[in-house]
């Protein structure tokens, strides 16, 4: 029996190939039903992070690889209800995107807690 070691970042799921397969998916039906559905609104940037990877080296020290994970937290109101989502996000949209910038987001009216940026919908 094979056990699959699960973390979930954010929208990104780290497993074996066929948990990946079926997040990518999930992941694709989720925006497809956004696009459709969806509705868009501004959302305010209210907290960026990155965290970059490391490596074990040879002699037991760690050293960074340039590679990382970038996130953005965004505020956005339906129905005058807050929400809050932590998103992964490309380096690039993480550069692009400071503190406190309105940004606009899409989430489905039966679901509004279901949202992803609108560039990654459209």
């Known amino acids: 029996m094979t056990t699959a070691l699960c973390i979930v970042d954010a929208g990104l799921l780290i497993a074996s190939p066929g948990i990946l397969v079926l997040f990518v998916l999930q992941e694709q039906r989720i925006r497809d039903k956004l696009r459709l559905q969806g509705i868009a609104v501004q959302a305010t940037i209210t907290e960026r992070d990155h965290e970059l990877d490391t490596k074990r ?13 970038y996130h953005i937290t965004y505020h956005y109101t339906v129905d005058g209800t807050v929400y809050r989502r932590r998103q992964r996000v490309s380096p690039e949209i993480y550069e692009a995107l400071t503190q406190n910038t309105l940004v606009e987001v899409v ?13 990654d919908v459209y």
Do not use: F, I, Q, W
Not at 107 to 119: C, F, G, I, Q, T
């Open 57 to 69: 080296n040879a002699d037991g020290t760690t050293s960074r690889t340039g590679h990382g994970r």
């Open 107 to 119: 989430y489905l009216p039966d679901k509004p807690n279901e949202v992803r940026l609108a560039s």
